[in-house]
């Protein structure tokens, strides 16, 4: 090769906010690895400080380069500057806040590239306000709206924090967060403090997802570098940015660490990679998907039929596609009470060898009827409320009528057609369960990658928690999993979006409080719906935002998660100015709870798990 070449890693990264101003822990880096887990102790460490307050989760950034075998490139080693002929190594990270000057969200409203507004009332959108802060000019809503404090770089080792610092002072959100090196030059990027603060003094929070007035400092943005080094004697620069940069979301705190996804950001952009094989390029000479479990998303991309959404011949690992999914799944059940159906969600309980073995008369029946249960994407009619996942979906409404399409949450059209081949017993035989908890020794450029996502919520997207459903968007993407940093998402649409810092961001809630309150378990149905099965409640994302808990080690009952916020608004929500701005739409109970949440969210509790037993952590806020 004449010259060398490099990629970040991970291509995604996910840092996630916290009220604790100096101490942070770096997220997952290897598969299977779990937040803030001290492998040596088997057990996490705390995610708050002395004094109670959330640590911010980092994400961190690496650089690893790439070497010809053959036709291919692939990831030969780490790189850092002062080593390997590297000299120097400068990186750029770029943040915003978009969100008061987005489009209001309204469940699938722009799917199709036009906005057109939240309905006012059943089949009638209100396009005249179909912007956040519709208030605002045209010609004003960058400046006034945006908080976007520019591209920010870092070099060296230790370096100290260069902040995202809020320039604007008419918008009360301090910083979108920080760079920071780590010993051995690794790039850091930390999210704020999650803080919400509203620019009109006595403006209550009333809306799951859209306030005006309201600012919060989730963010998102590029992350690129440059890199130089020595070749046959000549000094040369390598600009690392989109298919060889990376993208940083920060989002909400994983109050459930112990807890898998069962549909993780990995899932959702794998999909993505598998069924758009003509926007999201795979090239043959990139040795990165040789490896690993990358090497199947090739062997599906190749074996995928478009037409019928399933595979042709393709044969998955029961032990790392598989079980996986299955034992997430059933995890959900430390966080979330159906309180009805109870037998539902449970546990393997050891049939994991029956499960993975094609010739096993009971692991065949079993493999049908735990198929049998789960919920098809691609013919997701919204009538069945008993079928899998046991959760809401990208379509959820306010249930005045009988659900229709995609009102549940499914699988991925992917992980259904797994689910498909290994019901009829075409799949690897290679259960292990040594490995099956097996988190790898070294840090590699696959399992970096893997890592961020694993740990990200992947759906359903009503809007979500770490990022809503354009992520879906296969244009996005240049390769699989590295978003582009510059062109166009919906080109010729009427709402064209640029690809720029804050993309992911601004489509989510604002305040992030206000969604995080609400997206707690319902019960499906209420009183006034038809429904010949038992009532049972749902979830939506438990396993970053539990329903229920075990208050502690060894509790055999489950109490609400939100408990003691729960108390101060069942007194909060008599007062006089609350009750008097409450509406059918929003009680004032809930206008006391998006205050609770707005302001206590980091007093809630941590799940953790030690052997078989889940239970919230005693470190609440003092």
Known sequence: MSQRFFRIHPSIGVARVGDSP??????????????????????????????????????????????????????????TAGSQGITQITWKAHLANRKAAFFKFDGQDGANGQWKGPETEPGVHDTPNRLRNSHVPAADRERLLVIDPGAKSISGRNTPPVPFTNTKSHIPIKSLGELRTDENGHLLVL?????????????????????????????????????????????????????????????PPDFAPSVGITVRLLDTLWDVAVRFPQEVKLFDTDGLFSQGLFAR????????????????????????????????????????????????????AGVEQDLGSVSSSRGRRMRRTIFGYMRNPSNNAGNDPLLMPKGLGDKYSDLEKQPGADYFMSLTRVQYAVLERWAAGEFVEDWDPAAAQAVPQAITAEGLDR????????????????????????????????????????????????????????????????DFYQCKKQLYPP????YDGERMYHMWWCAHRPDDVFAKKGDLAMVSWTRELEKVAEVEAQKPELQSQATEDTPAKDLAMYIQMQQKWSSLGFVLQEGEQFFESQERSK
């Open 22 to 79: 100096t101490e942070f822990f770096i997220g997952p880096e290897r598969p299977n690895e779990r937040p803030n887990y001290d492998a040596a102790q088997k057990k996490f460490r705390p995610f708050k400080d002395s004094q109670g307050r959330v640590k911010r989760q980092a994400a961190r950034f690496r650089i690893f380069e790439y070497e010809l075998q053959g036709s291919k490139i692939v990831p030969l080693r780490e790189v």
């Open 451 to 514: 890592a961020a996502m694993e740990n990200s919520v992947g759906g359903p997207f009503f809007p979500g928690i770490d990022c809503s459903w354009i992520v879906r968007r296969p244009e996005l993407y240049g390769t699989p999993f590295r978003v582009k940093h510059s062109g166009n998402v919906f080109p010729g649409a009427p709402d064209t979006l640029p690809i720029r810092p804050g993309f992911f961001s601004q489509q989510m809630a604002l305040p992030w409080q206000a």
């Open 191 to 251: 999210g704020g403090p999650g803080e919400a603060r509203t620019t009109k003094p006595g403006t209550l929070i009333n809306n799951y997802v859209n306030n005006d007035h309201w600012f919060d400092d989730m963010a998102d943005g590029p992350v690129s570098a440059e890199v130089t080094y020595v070749l046959n004697g000549t000094t040369q620069v390598a600009k690392l940015e989109g298919d060889t940069g990376a993208w940083v979301l920060v989002g």
């Open 527 to 530: 009183a006034h719906v038809p």
């Open 297 to 348: 998303l090739a062997a599906q991309r190749a074996d995928w039929n478009a037409q019928e959404n399933k595979f042709n011949s393709y044969k998955p690992s029961f032990l790392h596609e598989v079980y996986p999914l299955l034992e997430r799944a059933l995890q959900q059940r430390q966080v979330h009470n159906p309180e009805a159906s109870k037998s539902f969600h449970g546990s393997l």
